[in-house]
């Protein structure tokens, strides 16, 4: 009696079913991630230096809500992040 044998399994890629699958890849990179999470990060930090600054007492008024922290610091973390977002978006490995 001959003896049976097992097909080989196929271990290479997948060949894609058609011609739209060929040219699909991921957009995104790990860099990519890494970078929009450093954007993240930094919008999360402007809105954190924000807070704070008012008074507890509606009758007494507080000078600090103008200092340089809540009136250009934070701000201009803000838009750093969102900065940093869009080259996240359009990062492409070369």
Do not use: C, R
């Not at 079913?17 to 890494?34: H, L, Q, S, V």
């Amino acid at each position: 009696m001959a003896k049976q044998t097992k097909p080989k399994e196929n271990t290479s890629k997948t060949v894609p079913a058609n011609d739209e699958e060929k040219g699909k890849t991921m957009p995104f990179t790990k860099k990519n991630y890494i970078i929009v999470l450093i954007g993240v990060a930094l919008i999360a930090l402007g809105m954190i230096l924000m807070i704070g600054g008012g008074s507890d007492n509606p009758d007494v008024f507080n000078d600090k809500m103008f200092d340089f922290q809540h009136l250009t610091l934070a701000p201009i973390l803000i838009l750093v992040g969102f900065v940093v977002e869009i080259v996240a978006i359009f990062w492409k490995k070369k």
